[in-house]
């Protein structure tokens, strides 16, 4: 029986475990998400809260305590600077775990462990990518028409080959039918 037994052992030694469990709660202050098992998810959620809660307090104890588990020390001006203020008026439940499914090697479960945000925070977030974005294609004028010229050739009655790229333009050349899709691959932090 495994009475007053409340961690999960991850099949691994007490200094790998922590070794493992401290990579992990630094990739995901750093990160703001990473993908990993939900078992190590579910272990690095608690230890990840408990720091954010030390983040709170602010003082000298509480960052040498965090410093003592955090492995980057930019990390740690990060978790106290930035992150530890999102979560000023919020008592707890400070991660999320979203699972995405089964690895193909090993059917291992995958799950997303990420910093659970407001809408303000996720709003900002959007603008600034969507910002970073614009100046991308203003940098790529002259090389490749991006969503928007894309869109304002289709409008102007131009066939959306017709515009650009290389699927466009071997259909005009030699009349062939598009090939496959390209596969798309998961966007985020692989860790653990």
């Given amino acids: 029986m495994r009475h007053r037994k409340d961690h999960r052992k991850l099949s691994r030694t007490h200094s790998h475990r922590r070794a493992v469990l401290?990579?992990?709660?630094?990739?995901?202050?750093?990160?703001?998400?990473?993908?990993?098992?939900?078992?190590?998810?579910k272990e690095t959620r608690r230890l990840a809260e408990r720091l954010i809660t030390f983040a709170k307090q602010g003082d000298l104890a509480a960052?040498?305590?965090?410093?003592?588990?955090?492995?980057r020390p930019e990390v740690t001006r990060k978790l106290f600077a930035t992150i530890g203020p999102w979560y000023a008026e919020r008592a707890?439940?400070?991660?999320?775990?979203?699972?995405i499914g089964r690895r193909l090697g090993d059917a291992g479960?995958?799950?997303?462990?990420?910093?659970?945000?407001?809408?303000?925070?996720?709003?900002?977030?959007?603008?600034?990518?969507?910002?970073?974005?614009e100046a991308r294609e203003k940098g790529l004028k002259g090389e490749k028409p991006g969503k928007?010229?894309?869109?304002?050739?289709e409008s102007e009655g131009e066939a959306p080959g017709e515009a650009g790229g290389r699927r466009g333009r071997r259909k005009l050349e030699e009349g062939a039918t598009p090939g496959p899709a390209k596969k798309r691959t998961?966007?985020?932090?692989?860790?653990g």
């Fill in 92 to 99: 707890g439940g400070y991660t999320r775990i979203v699972r």
């Fill in 22 to 41: 401290r990579n992990l709660a630094t990739a995901l202050f750093q990160y703001e998400r990473i993908e990993t098992t939900v078992a190590k998810a």
């Fill in 63 to 71: 960052r040498r305590h965090v410093d003592r588990f955090v492995t």
């Fill in 148 to 153: 928007k010229a894309r869109a304002k050739s």
């Fill in 186 to 191: 998961r966007t985020g932090v692989k860790t």
């Fill in 109 to 133: 479960e995958t799950a997303y462990l990420e910093l659970v945000k407001t809408s303000e925070q996720r709003e900002t977030e959007r603008k600034a990518r969507i910002e970073a974005e």
